[in-house]
């Protein structure tokens, strides 16, 4: 799931959603991720859009943040759900 579809009527300013959708993009390759189908894809944008709600700005913290909740052992159980 593309961030911008989570951004859509959200009250960011233009340079923000840029920020996020940088974070993102690299949160995606960082965990090689390609197919924008697939469930977890929705869950780092919300983490993405999460951290930012909470005012990061930066898309490489933004970034960094994003990832290390991933691989944090959070995702396990996500996985196990969407996927049963």
Request: aromatic letters at 8%.
């Amino acid at each position: 799931m593309p961030i911008y579809r989570l951004l859509q009527y959200s009250a960011f300013e233009p340079e923000h959603i840029k920020a996020m959708s940088v974070a993102y993009e690299q949160a995606l390759m960082n965990l090689n991720l390609v197919d924008r189908t697939d469930r977890l894809t929705e869950l780092i944008a919300r983490k993405v859009i999460e951290f930012a709600q909470r005012g990061e700005r930066d898309p490489t913290r933004l970034r960094q943040r994003t990832v290390a909740e991933i691989t944090d052992g959070h995702v396990q159980e996500f996985n196990t759900r969407s996927r049963a």
